[in-house]
């Protein structure tokens, strides 16, 4: 088999009459960026949605790093491995920002965590330090005390990366991540995407926003009315009469 992270296989999912998703194949490789670009309505979320777990495929695989994950509950795809950034930002908003940070790293301990309260408060020190280390670089260290409900909608949308990255995921995953953002916040989460590709993380991106796509893409795939329609690198799908007509004719 190829190098892929994340495999999906022949997936079809129908909302009642309505086909949302039909004969999805897709290879995500091993530290790319693969976007998932197409018009409203398309499946985008639903086939980002299939692959975490949060909708059942009618029928088909998906494959996380060699195991078959379809059918799993979301929290067992998010121990295996696979973060998610979603369109509207989940946070907890009462909560600081640091311990915005820290309870997903917190979430993925086992039971042993809490058995030892010595090596816990090691533990503890430990992930402050990484959280605080992880807002700073988002730019957001000088509120780590203020509740996450304050912060403007581009710095929530920050502040769920950071709560992503503590994780440690080997595929992250991220629907509309500049979704409502200005250009210079837009521009900012380019930066930092571009940074966690450094990394060598696997990412899977959907995006409306073509300077986005085009900025951090290595390959791209077009869904319109469920199916994929064109998938290549980006220059190849930028030329492909196919995905300008989807884009004409789709609705937005
Ligand atoms: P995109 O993210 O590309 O805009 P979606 O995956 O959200 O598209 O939606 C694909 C199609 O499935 C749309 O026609 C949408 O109305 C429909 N759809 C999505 N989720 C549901 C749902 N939970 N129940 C019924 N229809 C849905
Ligand atoms: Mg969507």
Do not use: W
């Not at 995500?28 to 018009?39: C, F, L, M, S, Y």
């Amino acid at each position: 088999m190829s190098n892929a992270v994340l495999h999906v296989s022949n997936v079809q999912k129908s909302f009642g009459g309505l086909r949302a998703l039909t004969d999805i194949d897709l290879e995500v490789e091993q530290g790319k960026t693969h976007a998932i670009i197409g018009p409203n309505g398309a499946g985008k979320s639903t086939l980002l949605n299939v692959c975490i777990g949060r909708l059942p495929p009618d029928s088909g695989k998906v494959i996380f790093a060699g195991q078959t994950i379809t059918g799993r509950a979301p929290y067992e795809i998010n121990q295996l491995g696979v973060a998610r950034v979603f369109q509207t930002p989940e946070i907890f908003p009462d909560l600081s920002l640091l311990q915005n940070v820290m309870v997903p790293a917190f979430a993925k301990r086992d039971g042993t965590f809490r058995m030892n309260a010595l090596s816990s408060l090691e533990k503890e020190k430990e992930l402050r330090a990484e959280a605080e280390h992880l807002l700073e670089e988002f730019g957001l260290l000088h509120l780590y005390a203020k509740q996450a409900a304050s912060l403007s909608r581009g710095d929530k949308r920050r502040l769920e990366l950071a709560m992503c990255l503590i994780q440690h995921p080997k595929l992250l995953l991220l629907d509309e991540p500049t979704a409502g953002m200005s250009r210079h916040d837009t521009n900012r989460t380019i930066d930092l995407l571009q940074r966690i590709k450094e990394r060598g993380m696997t990412k899977v991106i959907i995006e409306h926003d073509m300077h986005v796509v085009f900025s951090l893409a290595d390959r791209i795939s077009v869904l319109a009315q469920g199916k994929i329609i064109a998938e290549g690198a980006p220059d190849e799908v930028r030329g492909n009469p196919k995905v300008q007509e989807a884009y004409l004719g789709g609705a937005h």
